[in-house]
């Protein structure tokens, strides 16, 4: 049985100057909760320091902190002038801590002294139990299979200054002759990891293309990895388990769009890719024969991502402008059944739960989380939007666990929030990585996560089982 947890009240109720420097103030805060009270006295210099460090996880849902415009009033003794900065700043204080999210912070933990006075509302950290870094560029996709103790990390080169002088360079003249042994300067790059015994991964090989590598896709039961390239062109390549995945066979180039290629996916039973771009085509190419058995331009805006459900025999594709269109692919002959309008720009970032008949998708401008019922096997006739989660901030990845109930978004700042789905409530807000996150992986069976960054870092974190400690009874 757990207590119902009591409100926390917050008061700056007086001054007093500095005894260490009189020309500097001091503010008196009363705080009370749950039956106890306790006084904690702070410069506006803390306040400014907690302002900007609650910026970088919070941005736009902080109040605006009273400005220091007041700096004479010692000599002028404009007590009334200290009043209005104490007010300002009573109502700063009551602001902040009345949003769950940000007094569940580090920043506010620290600020009010509440690990030492009221630590129900404190919440437990994610912890970081593995860092991955090295790679030659910022992090762009990857994929981890736990089972086969395998990571693929696509990376490449986010300058456009540095991709130019690489094209450049990479430009073959027509008076070079072609023997294979031009210099070519990478900016895109799909890496091999394998874990060892001892639980460390190592690298094992790595492959390098002149064009910037985007997304990638690993089929475990047949061994094939698909990276799609900024080029248009896909990277198919046999990885061996036999040979403990330590070099790729089988290594073709495939020239499957003339843009971006955005998302993919490979039908081994059926040796099929399905690929989506910006050229606004959708492609499902026959391996074995290298033909196109479906090339269609589905939509007049760019497509941003493709999902497929093998069980159900459907494929779900987002584009720019917020269509999600759904492909019935059990035969030979592929079939547009339906179509919705979510009506948010940049939908992407397409999820599928099948077994909650669940599909969601994310728009990256508000990180609007949108939830769709895609109906049950064989009856997927009308796609209808159920949920919606708005995040507020410029959101490009995010992973569900389905156990938790809880959404994991990853920001532009390299900020992770932690949501409840059932309340629709923000847990709490942790600084990642020092750039924007690029991709995410949640594994449930270890209630870890993943997360990338253009920082060159994968970092894995723990949850914790319960955010807050359960009351001793």
């Not at 990857?142 to 002088?165: E, K, M, P, T, W």
């Amino acid at each position: 049985m757990e207590t119902q947890q009591k409100q926390l009240d917050v008061s700056v109720f007086s001054y007093k100057p500095d005894l260490n420097d009189k020309s500097k103030i001091k503010y008196n805060i009363s705080i009370t909760f749950d039956n106890q009270s306790w006084i904690i006295t702070k410069r506006y210099s803390e306040f400014d320091d907690l302002q900007k460090q609650l910026k970088i996880c919070f941005r736009n849902q902080l109040p605006e902190l009273p400005k220091k415009t007041y700096t004479s009033f010692l000599l002028s003794k404009t007590h009334d002038d200290i009043e209005q900065r104490r007010i300002g700043l009573d109502k700063y204080l009551k602001m902040l801590t009345q949003k769950k999210e940000i007094l569940s912070s580090n920043q506010m933990k620290e600020f009010l002294q509440l690990e030492e006075h009221a630590k129900i509302l404190v919440v437990n950290e994610p912890q970081i139990v593995h860092e991955f870094s090295g790679f030659l560029h910022g992090i762009r996709d990857f994929n981890l299979c736990v089972g086969q103790g395998i990571l693929y990390v696509v990376n490449s080169d986010y300058s456009i200054f540095n991709r130019l002088d690489a094209y450049l360079q990479n430009m073959k003249g027509p008076w070079e002759k072609e023997d294979g042994k031009q210099t070519v300067m990478p900016v895109g790059c799909i890496e091999c990891w394998t874990e060892s015994q001892d639980g460390i991964y190592t690298r094992q090989w790595a492959k390098m293309y002149n064009s910037q590598a985007i997304c990638c896709f690993w089929d475990p039961s047949a061994f094939v990895l698909l990276v799609g390239l900024d080029s248009g062109s896909i990277n198919y390549l046999k990885v061996p388990y036999s040979l403990g995945f330590k070099r790729c066979e089988n290594d073709t180039e495939i020239e499957q769009h003339s843009s971006r290629v955005t998302g993919l996916y490979f039908d081994n039973e059926r040796s099929l890719i399905h690929s989506v771009s910006k050229d606004q085509r959708y492609k499902i190419r026959n391996t074995v024969k290298s033909i196109l058995i479906y090339d269609n331009e589905i939509s007049p805006y760019e497509l941003t991502d493709i999902v497929v459900s093998k069980s159900r025999k459907k494929s779900f594709v987002s584009d720019k402008n917020g269509f999600i269109y759904m492909f019935n692919i059990n035969e030979d002959k592929v079939v547009q059944l339906n179509m919705i309008n979510i009506n948010i720009r940049l939908l992407k970032c397409l999820k599928l739960d099948s077994n909650q008949n669940l599909l969601m998708a994310m728009g990256q401008e508000n990180g609007e989380i949108i939830m769709i019922d895609i109906g049950p096997v064989n009856c997927e006739k009308q796609l209808q939007q159920i949920n919606q989660l708005n995040t507020q901030i410029k959101g490009y990845r995010y992973c569900y666990s389905y156990k938790r109930k809880e959404l994991f978004v990853g920001t532009i700042e390299g900020t992770i929030q932690f949501w409840d789905l059932n309340t629709k409530q923000l847990i709490y807000v942790i600084k990642a990585h020092d750039s924007e996150i690029t991709q995410m992986q949640w594994i449930e069976e270890d209630q870890h996560l993943l997360t990338s960054s253009r920082d060159k870092e994968i970092k894995t974190w723990k949850l914790p089982q319960n955010w807050r400690d359960k009351p001793v009874i």
